[in-house]
């Protein structure tokens, strides 16, 4: 990122060159946007003479717009810039290699191997001697000797590939992130105005002089002033903090800026910075000077793989509100990691401990063993020309531990989860989902339950007037123009087309024969199309009265579910139309115009009647009901800001019957999620019966169920104290049953969603997903597991909220997520089953081989290859499954079940039993059996053995096959089935197999490999063929009989995370694993100390209240110290001062054996 003036300068130096082309330079439009409120309306007007005269001095038409020729928007664009900002720039290859580097074995590895290289070109003067233990024995085996180096350097050279692989993968998961951002960045258009025209562009090209018609939920492109507005309120709280929303006015602030969100009303307005001269990019450019302390903070908040999970925002511009959203992290609910990344780095640090202790045992048994046997059974002197020799030895113990360590962690998961999530994000694009937050594709899989909207999600968001209720008439269809009154119907049209968005239209079909298409707000184009229906032209009324000359707008919000619009009349007067919720309206409504078309009064028990008779049965159908109204003001101007005098004293026109049908497809697709355990909630807007209509035509409600259909009110009553405040005791009692929540605000929406995952009745945690289309789902769609935002109706709030963009608006898509949601969980699962066998037959082979052989039956350069197909080529085979239909007849996994359930378990542990038997068969009777030389016990730098290479050889064919075995994590018997749909699998499979037979055949002294016969290939390939029989036996015994199996990796629970993430902006397991390592040490320490100031204290006979103090300063020293109740109690004065220290050390919290959690 570039630093701002270094930016102005270039393009300020064009502008003096075109200085004559507009009225106004680059310098002279930024030094403006940078005023606010009324200091902007006097330059506005003091400098440019208003804003039409600004609009010419960039040669723009405020009605018309830009002409849109070519030559002139790239003059606008070198003049004034371009509308994009620089994206950072990604991270070279050199980079990743370098990462990839870091890790903590492989420097561990290469330490190792650089100091065997150098010690095997040393030649120690007392190598002849027969004092120094064997080295090698006969003359043909002093070239072996000199081949010394070889391990060393084929060690490196394993290394090598193992970074450069990994490397790539980052590589090609970042550009595949790249490739999904510029997607995400494309959907996002604006309408601007051109040549006269409402035409959608999309961000990057606006340029300085267009004309941007903006609306409610829309996040502003550019800077620029306004026009014209119609009750304008904008969040600026990603600029400045703010919270409060800010009215826009011509008259008292009319600058409008890049980043900020539109809350309320509509307006037009001409840009006049773009790009880096946007108030957000002059931000986001001075970001980039202190981009390199960010990327420190930011590698601390990365995952263990190196992947950041977060996608950037939707347009790069928004990373001056992601800056704003840092400041106020401490406020915000805390963004977990996905719940199975916490499961798998919680289980790969415990599997990471194990490995470490393991291969520190193992060398320090080698050492011992050694040293034992050397000096005191054999009884040989330390000679110092030996030393070298001995360091030889020494180097070789350490590479084996080494070795263990390496195969013990299991570095290829982080992998695994990243191949299976890219993979899946790419194949979810097919099935419409646009996945912006990776994890989210993962968590949709633990689904328990859906809230979803109705309209466009599960209806088509189609609308049609289908009936209306005018002048005392129910008419079940669309009525001819005739029935009506001129003066009825001129109240009709006029409450139509004037009181609605002028962004709203209906335009003639794209293809012969179609239906026209409605742009803008559904429920207008509606409303115009019935007008239309009405052989009656909405147009012509627009023209006649312009956007410019309504006098006052109350645009719909989700508070007033209600709209007006107030026009002068042309004998003096207003008259303001509204159009809303029928029962909300109504209730406003004093007047009813009857059959006459004269205004008659409306009583509440005629509004009672009306609500039964019309808007009940209307309801009954699964039809929105809309009233339309009018209010004439002949008096006195009215004060317009007091909305609830002037919103009152109503005259109805009509109510209308507005259909939305249910998209065909959708009853299919919630018996799908019923199937697969996933209770599907409807909460939408609309009138309790008109839901509780299509809530049954979808399948939510089947007849017999036992569930309640609440409106928000309702709601509310039952779920809140006297005081007001949401109770969760109370939550409890309803969400179980509640399937639709009616008359919503969206506050009412947020508080359900927070209830169900806040909520711990039932066996399991609930997840859960919400869609949501409109600014005001923003909370929600945050505050859920997984938001999904719809990609055509939705607005830019939305989806900035969202974790997922519905590109087709489908609640179908959301299902097809869930399928691959539970496909990504299942693939790790699969590759986490296949790596454990192999981590733990590997380490107790080497660690039981080096001490009783004195050496590992598999070299270090082997283990690296078992790792690397291990973890690299079996996470690519493992992790590429396709989804099945079977995966949606199970019930979700929810959030605190282990990764590795008690099947999973006795597949490990059964396989690993199988392989073990068979490779300790093979090392201590393999010669007996071939015929052959034994391996064992071979002196230092002696040739590779037949014996040691059956043993590798078998060892990398089980493992061969019990890949296949991995297939299937369920119990399942055919472990074949559909594994041709796989063609990764099948590529890996056979390119291991190919690869395993080179090595053996050609890999020589780097491998530690001899060729083999024939005769010793067929017994080797029997052995690993047994693994795919020996899984079938497996899967006969069944899991219930075996009690003595625990499940592993489970979740983190909600009580630990909430303790020990205060503070942390993104919880990272792996790093609060490490701090509970150090914590423990602490408290160890501190427990020691005050139990020694227990001991003198008594012994000194002093007072107690010194300890308690000293306690007490414990418990507030940096490191937190957890309520545990453990201290030594120092009550009881009589006893000795030994048996309290007894007491003490057997206090169970060094331990942490109590199961509370410790920060």
């Not at 304008?232 to 903090?241: H, R, V, Y």
């Not at 004998?571 to 109504?586: H, T, V």
């Not at 179980?736 to 508080?751: E, I």
């Not at 597991?785 to 608006?809: H, R, W, Y």
Request: hydrophobic residues 40%.
């Amino acid at each position: 990122m570039t630093n701002p003036s270094e930016h102005a300068l270039p393009a300020n130096s064009v502008a003096e060159s075109h200085e004559g082309d507009f009225g106004c330079t680059l310098m002279d439009l930024r030094k403006l946007m940078e005023q606010r409120s009324s200091d902007a309306v006097t330059q506005v007007n003091v400098q440019y003479g208003g804003v039409q005269n600004l609009c010419s001095r960039l040669r723009t038409s405020p009605v018309e717009g830009l002409s849109g020729n070519p030559a002139d928007l790239e003059k606008r664009r070198q003049v004034f810039g371009q509308n994009l900002i620089p994206p950072k720039k990604p991270k070279t290859f050199l980079e990743l290699v370098w990462e990839a580097l870091q890790d903590v074995t492989l420097i561990i590895l290469e330490i190792a191997a650089i100091i065997s290289l150098v010690l095997s070109f040393y030649r120690p003067p007392g190598g002849e001697n027969e004092l120094c233990g064997q080295i090698a024995q006969s003359a043909e085996d002093e070239g072996e000797a000199e081949a010394g180096w070889i391990e060393g350097a084929a060690i490196l050279f394993s290394v090598i590939i193992v970074v450069l692989v990994t490397a790539f993968n980052d590589w090609s998961k970042e550009k595949q992130f790249r490739g999904l951002q510029s997607r995400i960045e494309q959907e996002q258009k604006f309408s601007v105005i051109r040549n006269g025209q409402l035409i959608q562009l999309p961000v990057a090209d606006i340029v300085v002089g267009d004309i941007a018609q903006i609306k409610y939920g829309d996040l502003l492109p550019a800077d620029g002033v306004l026009i014209q507005g119609n009750d304008l309120k904008i969040d600026e709280s990603s600029l400045t903090g703010e919270s409060d929303h800010v009215r826009k006015s011509l008259d008292k602030d009319p600058m409008l800026l890049s980043g900020t969100h539109v809350m309320e009303g509509s307006g037009r307005m001409v840009v006049t910075a773009v790009g880096v001269n946007s108030q957000a990019g002059i931000i986001f450019t001075l970001l980039g000077a202190s981009e390199d302390d960010e990327e420190e903070k930011k590698k601390k908040a990365k995952t263990q793989d190196g992947v950041a999970l977060e996608i950037q925002p939707l347009n790069s511009q928004e990373g001056a509100d992601n800056e704003d959203k840092d400041k106020k992290a401490s406020k915000v609910h805390k963004k977990e990691k996905s719940v199975l990344q916490g499961k798998l780095t919680r289980l790969a640090v415990q599997i990471g401990k194990a490995g470490l202790i393991m291969s520190a045992v193992t060398v320090v048994i080698l050492i011992l063993y050694f040293v034992i046997d050397n000096f005191v059974i054999q009884g040989r002197p330390w000679l110092a020309e030996c030393t070298p020799v001995y360091i030889q030895y020494f180097v070789k113990f350490f590479i084996i531990g080494v070795t263990v360590l390496v195969v013990a962690v299991p570095e290829g998961l982080p992998l695994a989860v990243t191949i299976s999530l890219a993979y899946s994000v790419k194949k979810m694009m097919k099935d419409n989902n646009l996945v912006r937050h990776l994890d989210a594709c993962e968590t949709m899989g633990n689904a328990t339950a859906i809230c979803s909207d109705k309209t466009g999600t599960l209806t088509m968001n189609r609308m049609t007037v289908v009936q209306a209720y005018v002048g005392g008439t129910h008419y079940h269809q669309v009525p001819s123009p005739d029935v009506f009154l001129p003066k009825v119907l001129d109240l009709i049209v006029n409450g139509i087309a004037i009181n609605s968005a002028y962004t709203s239209k209906i335009l003639p079909p794209e293809k012969e024969g179609g239906l026209p298409r409605q742009v803008g707000n559904k429920t207008e184009c509606a409303l115009l199309g019935f007008v239309a229906d009405l052989k009656q032209d909405y147009q012509a009324v627009r023209n006649e009265v312009p956007e410019e000359q309504l006098y006052k707008v109350y645009t719909f919000n989700s508070v007033r579910k209600s709209m007006s619009t107030v026009v002068r009349k042309p004998a003096g007067g207003f008259r303001m139309y509204s159009k809303g919720a029928s029962e909300i309206m109504l209730r406003k409504c004093n007047r009813i115009l009857d059959k006459k078309g004269e205004a008659v009064p409306f009583k509440n028990k005629d509004r009672d009647d009306m609500v039964r008779s019309v808007i009940e049965p209307m309801a009954c159908e699964g039809l929105r009901t809309i009233c339309i109204a009018y209010r004439d003001f002949d008096d006195a101007e009215p004060s317009w800001d007091n909305e609830s005098e002037v919103l009152t004293e109503l005259t109805c026109i009509a109510v209308v019957g507005i259909e939305d049908p249910v998209r065909p497809e959708v009853p299919e697709a919630i018996s799908k999620c019923k199937r697969a355990g996933i209770t599907v909630r409807m909460v939408t807007g609309d009138n309790v019966n008109t839901a509780r209509a299509i809530a049954t035509k979808c399948g939510i409600l089947t007849p017999g169920d036992d569930f309640l259909c609440l409106e928000g009110k309702e709601f509310n009553r039952l779920i809140r104290n006297e005081k007001g405040e949401v109770e969760q005791e109370k939550l409890d009692k309803i969400w179980p049953k509640l399937r639709v929540l009616a008359r919503s605000s969206p506050t009412d929406k947020h508080t359900l969603v927070k209830g169900i995952i806040d909520s711990t009745v039932g066996d399991q945690r609930q997840v859960v997903a919400v869609t949501g289309d409109g600014t005001n789902d923003g909370p929600a769609l945050k505050k859920a597991d997984v938001g999904f935002a719809m990609g055509i109706a939705g607005t830019d709030v939305a989806k900035e909220a969202s974790d997922i963009i519905l590109t087709d608006d489908n609640f179908t898509s959301i299902v097809k997520a869930v399928m691959w949601g539970r496909n990504v969980y299942d693939s790790i699962s699969k590759f986490l089953q296949f790596q454990l066998t192999v981590n733990v037959v590997a380490v107790i082979v080497a660690f039981t081989g080096a001490c009783i052989t004195q050496d590992s039956p598999l070299k270090a350069v082997q283990m690296l290859w078992v790792n690397l197909i291990m973890d690299t080529f079996a996470s690519l085979a493992l992790a590429t499954e396709p989804p099945t239909d079977a995966l949606l007849r199970r019930r979700p996994y929810g959030r605190n079940k282990p990764l590795i359930s008690r099947t999973m378990m006795k597949n490990i542990l059964g396989h690993a039993v199988y392989q073990l038997t068979i490779i300790f068969f093979l090392v201590f009777a393999g010669e007996k059996f071939f015929h052959i030389d034994s391996g064992r016990k071979a002196p230092l730098h002696s040739p590779p053995s037949q014996h040691y290479t059956i043993v590798f050889n078998t060892f990398v064919l089980m493992q061969l096959f019990n890949e296949i075995n991995s297939r299937k994590i369920h119990g399942e018997r055919n472990v074949f089935a559909g594994i041709y749909h796989n063609l990764i699998f099948c590529s890996v499979v056979l390119g291991t197999f190919i690869s395993q037979v080179l090595i053996v055949e050609f890999g020589g002294k780097p491998f530690s490999c001899t060729k083999l016969s024939l005769s010793q290939w067929l017994w080797c390939l029997f052995f690993g063929i047994g693994e795919l029989l020996w899984g079938q036996i497996i899967s006969a015994i069944p899991t219930q009989s075996l009690k003595f199996l625990k499940e592993a990796g489970h979740g983190t629970t909600k009580e630990e995370i909430s303790k020990d993430a205060e503070g942390l902006d993104e919880i990272d397991h792996a790093e609060m694993e490490l701090r509970r390592g150090q914590i423990l040490w602490f408290r160890g320490l501190n427990r020691i100390q005050t139990q020694i100031e227990v001991i003198n204290t008594f012994q000194t006979g002093a007072s107690i209240k010194g300890v308690l103090r000293r306690q007490t300063m414990g418990q507030h020293l940096d490191v937190k110290l957890g309520p545990s109740s453990s201290y030594v109690s120092v009550a009881p004065v009589r006893t000795s001062p030994t048996t309290s220290v007894a007491a003490a050390a057997s206090s169970p919290t060094v331990g942490n054996q109590g199961g509370q959690s410790v920060p």
